[in-house]
């Protein structure tokens, strides 16, 4: 597999890093199969519990490499479009694996997070941010529409109206700006950014498996159902749950005034 992606385990924690780190982690056409091959890997994982996804160096990701697609400007329309179809088509398997694998994803950005880079973020279930990152979704500058996802996930993320305002001004944003709006979940110094994601990622990994895998899928499916659809399956997921090891640890805790111990 491609160097552009690095993925490393340990302790029920996969950290998938992307590695272009002087190119601000710009997506080329080697890191997007790099990148679908890891996330359908980590999916089928059972071991895990939990993924960070991270850029190296200084920056998340600045979005698509502007180079790579530079390679085709002087084709023909009709060859460019059923190109970057098949192309965005296959990149959009990553963003499929992220919303629907079981293990919960937490983002840790920095420093620029655009473009794809910020559809990435987006499909995440949590995020870290350091008080250096900033976003933005840049399509407009190349005359694009969003990928990724983005125009699934930001509308549900911080309401129409302001979706329509990241998207069609395309103005840059800061971390506290993220915050506010709901795009990240907490903004650390930047010296601090590794020690929180840890702490959150040592969080989800200790905790009931089946019980937060469970909370992450009815989470993501609660937009598409009913009320009356949602509330069967939460009673059917709560009583799987009520079926597990874990759930008479915690109630035993919870009596013995401990904390639980879920293990596996």
């Known amino acids: 597999m491609s160097d552009t992606v690095l993925v490393e385990r340990a302790n029920r924690v996969a950290t998938v890093t992307l590695n272009r780190p002087e190119a601000l982690n710009a997506l080329d056409f080697a890191m997007m199969d790099a990148l679908v091959g890891s996330m359908a890997s980590l999916a089928a994982d059972e071991s895990l519990r939990v993924i960070v996804l991270c850029g190296a160096g200084a920056h998340f990701m600045a979005g698509g490499d502007v180079r790579a697609f530079a390679q085709h400007v002087d084709d ?24 629907r694998m079981p293990h919960p994803v937490i983002a840790r950005v920095q420093g620029a997070v655009a473009g794809f880079g910020f559809s ?16 933005t979704s840049a399509y407009r500058q190349l005359a694009l529409t969003p990928d990724g996802g983005l125009t699934f996930a930001l ?11 990241i998207l069609l001004l395309s103005e840059r944003f800061g971390a ?11 903004v650390v110094p930047l010296g601090e950014l590794d020690a929180t994601v840890a702490a959150w990622a040592q969080a989800v990994a200790s905790g009931p498996v089946q019980a937060l895998r469970n909370a992450k899928r009815l989470a993501r499916q609660s937009l598409d159902r009913t009320l009356s659809e949602q509330l069967q399956a939460e009673a059917t997921s709560f009583a799987q749950c009520a079926a597990t090891p874990q759930f008479v640890e915690g109630v035993r805790a919870f009596i013995a005034k401990r904390k639980p111990r879920f293990g596996d």
């Open 176 to 186: 506290a700006e993220a915050l506010r709006l709901g795009l990240v979940n907490k």
């Open 155 to 165: 509308p549900r993320i911080v309401g129409l109206r302001r979706a329509m305002e």
């Open 76 to 99: 023909a329309p009709s060859v460019r479009q059923s190109y970057f179809q098949q192309l965005i088509r296959r990149l959009h398997a990553a963003i499929e694996l992220l919303h």
């Open 120 to 135: 990435l973020m987006c499909a995440c279930d949590l995020v870290v941010a350091a008080e250096d990152a900033y976003f």
